[in-house]
């Protein structure tokens, strides 16, 4: 029955993480998945979390389901602070808001009513992106392809040809952007050019999708929330797929949401009830719990949570000036910049897969065949190793 089954090759990012866990070396480095770890080498649980999570297991009492669209307080406190306390569009009712299961649901329940309602759009990534975008919009029927994005000669966002290539785009395409800390590259747009972007959008009619995965990791929750927020006030639709893995520590709750920036609340209504429809036939509603802690923390505790993420995006600063440092003092006559200049989780090194496998082999330390290294998995005791295998495999 079953013969013609292929067989999984795996997940490149999950299949490395095993091999990590089977490597016996003690002083091996997991460098590869994105994941924040504290200076003990441990996943955080946030004190505001704790805290929650205590208080709502002392009230515990039955459990039905939640709505097919998530638990009202969560909804609305993941949009706002999103589109931010003061938003228009919040105001107006123009914003179609699901609970989803991570961030992950979020892409995929708002491909699948993409796809309902633009089945012939076809959706544009950019060049590198989380390799998961192109397998979620592919396999809810969309033809998926890249923009430029990257250029290893800046180790920055090429901009300019990003913006060529989007003008080039057919009228009415879905074109998926990282609104903060770029998975792999860390190389975000400024500002400006964000701005610059709009009338690209609004001419060529481009449905803008941003993801959120790692909202306070850049520069602060509303610094990163620029692009949606910038996009949402010049009077843009768009679509937003956010994530609380990283920001609450939440990884395996599947906390995230899905968003629609509409012309008017009528839309946002009937929008709203697709969505419903799209998630009561994915998995009917979401869980409940992470959703509890994710909305009481935001209600209550906001800026103690906020306080707690600050110390976390500044320990990735410190590893990256450390690592900086570590690299510069060896090699002064090669640049190591792109590990100041980039921001988040993730540094795109620029070394090849061949150095990359050499540093897994020869030195335990694990990155991705990309070159992208999770900055947020360095503790201060491994700066110094994994700089010397970095040195060791340059050229
Ligand atoms: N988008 C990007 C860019 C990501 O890096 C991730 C997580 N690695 C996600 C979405 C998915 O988030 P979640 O783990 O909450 O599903």
Redesign the pocket.
């Known amino acids: 029955m079953f013969q013609h089954v292929d067989v999984y090759p795996g997940d490149p990012i999950l299949t490395l993480n095993e091999s990590f866990a089977g490597d016996p070396r003690p002083n091996k480095v997991n460098l590869s998945i ?1 994941v924040f770890l504290d200076d003990a080498r441990r996943l955080p649980i946030m004190g505001a979390v704790l805290e929650a999570e205590t208080a709502i297991l002392k009230q515990i009492g039955t459990r039905p389901y939640l709505p097919m669209e998530g638990a009202p307080s969560y909804r609305k406190a993941a949009q706002s602070l999103l589109f931010g306390d003061d938003s228009m569009a919040v105001g107006e009712k123009r914003i179609a808001t699901v609970q989803t ?5 979020a ?1 995929k329940v708002g491909a699948d009513f993409l796809k309902a309602y633009f089945p012939d759009a076809q959706v544009w990534i950019c060049d590198p ?2 390799d ?2 192109r397998s979620i919009f592919s396999g809810a029927g969309f033809k998926v392809h890249a923009y430029p994005y990257y250029s290893p000669v800046t180790q920055g966002v090429d901009f300019e040809a990003m913006k060529a290539a989007l003008q080039k785009v057919p009228q009415g395409d879905i074109v998926l952007l ?1 609104a903060c800390c770029h ?1 792999p590259t860390g190389a975000d747009l400024t500002e400006q050019q964000w701005r610059e972007l709009v009338p690209v959008f609004r001419e060529r009619r481009l449905l803008p999708f941003f ?1 959120i ?2 909202q306070g990791f850049g520069e602060g929750i509303e610094q990163d929330a620029f692009a949606i927020r910038h996009f949402t006030s010049e009077g843009l639709v768009s679509m937003v ?1 956010s ?4 920001n609450f520590s939440l ?1 395996g709750e ?3 949401s899905l968003n629609v920036v509409c012309p008017d609340s009528a839309q946002a209504e009937n929008v709203l009830g697709q969505l419903k429809s799209a998630v009561r036939r994915n998995y009917s509603s979401p869980p409940t719990h992470g959703a509890r802690i994710v909305a009481m923390v935001l209600e209550d505790m906001r800026g103690r949570w906020e306080d707690e993420l600050t110390a976390m995006r500044s320990r990735i600063l410190a590893m990256r000036s450390g690592l900086y440092d570590a690299l510069h003092a060896s090699r002064p006559d090669r640049n190591f910049d792109y590990l100041l200049k980039q921001k988040g989780m993730f540094s795109y090194t620029g070394l090849s897969q061949e150095q990359v496998r050499r540093l897994r082999e020869e030195y335990g330390v694990y990155l991705i065949g990309s070159g992208r290294m999770c900055m947020a998995a360095l503790t201060q005791d491994t700066i110094a190793p994994v700089a010397e295998a970095i040195v060791k495999v340059l050229d």
């Open positions: 994105g299961i991570g961030g992950s649901g892409l992106s989380w998961n975008h990282h998975n993801d995965a790692y797929a994530s609380f893995s990283k990884y599947r906390c995230g």
